[in-house]
């Protein structure tokens, strides 16, 4: 049973560039979701999707941040015109229709110098 | 106004003894959901337990029990027998299901360390 993937583990990049993140979540799983998650703290909803249905965003995820899911099965999180703030742990989760326990990634380390 | 506390930021326990970190959480809502999430060094958050508000009987997964009180709002994570593999980082966290879909609300977490 394969988990929930996440490339690249660790991206490094430099203020105003643009990243990507892909999620690969739980096959059978038709919810993903995107979470970031600061040092010295919980993690914090960023966005959630049904099927290639962006359902819900959270007021973090300014227009710099873009997320897809085109078809329903893996997603991306692009940041664009990066900044310092940005830097963070990405983490992904996915979960099926029966139960509501969200899978998470092994997540994207992000460090904007 | 926060949703999830957990009051403590760091325990220390010994090495198969038993430890219990604090969660309270605040909703308005009847149908709720409960977890614990582990998170190694390693970052990966690796689900532990859950516990639905209308479950009358207290989750167990293994050595992970979850004390439910409903009317106080707590939902405390109860390791038995530590071990040194234990020590991580632990999050409480609620899923609400109304106005906030299925996200996961998190705390701030428990740093727990197993010591000989």
């Known amino acids: 049973d394969t988990g929930v993937s996440q490339n690249p583990r660790h991206k490094i990049t430099k203020r105003g560039q643009n990243v990507t993140f892909r999620c690969d979540p739980i096959?059978?799983?038709?919810?993903l979701y995107w979470y970031r998650q600061t040092l010295g703290q919980g993690p914090e909803f960023l966005t959630y999707?049904?099927?290639?249905?962006?359902?819900?965003k959270s007021r973090l995820l300014s227009d710099r941040f873009s997320a897809e899911r085109p078809k329903g099965s893996f997603s991306t999180l692009e940041i664009q015109r990066t900044e310092q703030g940005d830097s963070a742990m990405y983490l992904c989760?996915?979960?099926?229709?029966?139960?509501?326990?969200?899978?998470f990634g092994p997540g994207t380390r992000l460090t904007v110098l | 106004a926060q949703k999830i506390t957990q009051t403590q930021p760091g325990m220390f326990v010994q090495e198969k003894e038993a430890v219990t970190l604090d969660c309270t959480y605040d909703?308005?809502?009847?149908?709720?959901?409960l977890f614990w999430y582990k998170q190694p060094s390693s970052g990966e958050m690796i689900f532990l337990i859950y516990?639905?508000?209308?479950?009358?009987q207290n989750a167990t997964e293994g050595r992970y029990s979850l004390n439910f009180q409903k009317a106080r709002k707590s939902a405390n994570l109860v390791i038995s027998a530590s071990q040194l593999g234990d020590s991580a980082m632990y999050f409480c966290?609620?899923?609400?299901?109304?106005?906030?879909?299925?996200?996961?609300?998190f705390g701030t977490g428990t740093q727990l360390k197993v010591e000989l």
């Open positions: 966290a609620m899923r609400e299901s109304t106005g906030g879909g299925n996200k996961l609300t």
């Open positions: 096959s059978e799983h038709n919810r």
């Open positions: 516990q639905g508000s209308y479950d009358e």
């Open positions: 989760a996915s979960s099926g229709t029966r139960t509501d326990t969200q899978y």
């Open positions: 999707f049904q099927n290639e249905a962006q359902l819900e």
């Open positions: 909703t308005s809502d009847q149908s709720y959901g």
